[in-house]
């Protein structure tokens, strides 16, 4: 393993990484140095960040956090561009598809260190092949209703695939939330601990896996996550259309 960090760790604004002399790379969503905020510019990062990650083979277990109390809970809607208009959704459509087939095909295993509440794309934790939560995370799915667009962009697919259908569908239609310890009962969380246990737990287990062999962690990472790699290929285009189609609906509604 080289001893220089490669360029692409510092290359994105809102996104952290740093990487151990074993290969767990840790990134950490953050907004200058604090809590995340997420941003047209996170939602164009992110899927590049995964490509370079993916194509790193020094990096053997990705463990994704936030920063201080919680994963991630504020978004900047103006800064995704004005979504009612095609060429823009077109964009939205392609780095959204891009994010989340990354995150499922990435031959390495992923921890998601959850470090208090997630109401922004909590799919990207929820993916995770182990999820190790904060006592303090509650999951929600603030921007999609609140805005008032189908959520399509993955999240249905997550949620369906952690919670099950009937869970799924009764939280996204009743703009519902639930907490680590209602999702450690559901399957949905392997761990919860205090906020200050939650990283340092997730880099335990990462270096446990990155000690194992790396062709078996790659493929164990591309085995386990065949079903949910296929739905998303599946499913992420039509739920972006129609996403995008309620999107294009707000340009008609009077405020």
């Known amino acids: 393993m080289s001893e220089q960090n490669p360029s692409y760790f510092t290359a994105f604004e809102n996104l952290a990484m740093s990487r151990t002399s074993t290969g767990v790379l840790t990134l950490r969503f953050h ?28 990096n053997r277990v990705l463990v994704l956090t936030g920063t201080g109390d919680r994963f991630m809970t ?32 990435l031959e390495m295993p992923v921890i998601a260190a959850v470090n208090g509440p997630v109401s922004v794309h909590s799919e990207y934790a929820l993916l995770a092949d182990i999820v190790v939560a904060a006592d303090t995370t509650v999951f929600s799915d603030f921007p999609h209703l609140t805005f008032g667009i189908v959520p399509g962009d993955g999240i249905q697919i997550a949620w369906e695939e952690a919670l099950g259908v009937n869970r799924a569908r009764h939280l996204t239609l009743t703009q519902g939330s639930f907490t680590a310890e209602q999702a450690e009962r559901w399957g949905a969380v392997a761990e919860v601990h205090p906020l200050d246990k939650v990283l340092p737990r997730a880099q335990e287990l990462a270096e446990t896996l990155a000690a194992k062999p ?35 609906d707000l340009a008609h509604h009077s405020n």
Do not use: C, N
């Not at 208009?85 to 459509?93: E, F, I, S």
């Not at 989340?100 to 095909?105: A, G, K, P, S």
């Open 214 to 248: 790396q062709l078996l962690t790659r493929y164990l990472a591309v085995t386990l996550r065949q079903r949910i790699s296929r739905r998303m290929a599946e499913g992420l285009q039509v739920g972006m259309a129609l996403e995008g189609l309620t999107a294009a």
């Open 31 to 58: 907004t200058g140095g604090g809590p995340a905020t997420f941003t047209g510019t996170t939602h164009t990062d992110f899927p590049r960040a995964l490509f370079e990650i993916g194509e790193d083979r020094d």
């Open 74 to 105: 504020d978004i900047d809607g103006p800064s995704l561009g004005d979504i009612t208009k095609p060429a823009q959704w077109d964009r939205t459509v392609a780095e959204g598809r891009r994010v989340l087939q990354r995150l499922v095909d």
